[in-house]
């Protein structure tokens, strides 16, 4: 288990691919303290993962190119703190990035929280580049403010302008 007290947070990862081995689950958690990657450049590929207990900052913030992800699970992140437009955004995946694209992944009990005003994306907060979701489920996400429960995209919100699509399936 990757957590806060055994490497430097959030763990900068550019150019990567990290796969689990066959039978293998491993677990990256914030330790209810911080983010866990943050990507800045390259194609970064995750697959296998279980992304879990970030807190103040997105699991996963691809600020920078390329993000995948596939057959990954994110479990109880808290998005609170986190800026995009002063919002609490994306508690499992912020984009900020060219891209990102998820598939047959899993998404339970992300809040996406800011005290000062509306949540977004209580899952995934998508600002910039393509956002391509295929076959994964969102289940019991929120975005919210303080004792405010309606936030922007429980499970997703995506601000898009016009050169920028996304695509669900």
């Known amino acids: 288990t990757y957590s806060p007290s055994t490497s430097p947070t959030p763990y900068q990862v550019d150019g990567v691919t990290v796969t689990a081995e066959t039978g ?16 800045s450049g390259d194609n970064v590929q995750l697959t296998g993962l279980t992304f879990e207990d970030a807190e103040g900052a997105p699991a996963v913030d ?11 699970a994110f479990n109880d992140n808290d998005g609170s703190g986190d800026a995009m437009g002063g ?3 994306g508690a499992a995946v912020r984009d900020d990035g060219d891209s990102v694209t998820i598939i047959d992944s ?11 005003s509306l949540g977004d994306g209580g899952a995934v907060a998508a600002a910039d580049g393509m956002l391509t979701v295929t076959g994964s ?3 019991g996400n929120a975005a919210e403010s303080g004792s405010n429960p309606h936030g922007s995209g429980g499970a997703i919100q995506a601000d898009r302008s ?4 996304s695509e669900l399936q």
């Open 24 to 39: 293998q689950t491993p677990v990256f958690s914030g330790g209810d303290t911080s983010g866990i990657f943050q990507t």
């Open 62 to 72: 691809n600020d920078a190119g390329t993000l995948g992800l596939t057959h990954d």
């Open 87 to 89: 919002e609490g955004a």
């Open 106 to 116: 899993t998404f339970t009990g992300n809040v996406a929280q800011h005290e000062g």
């Open 137 to 139: 489920t969102f289940n």
């Open 162 to 165: 016009e050169e920028h699509t």
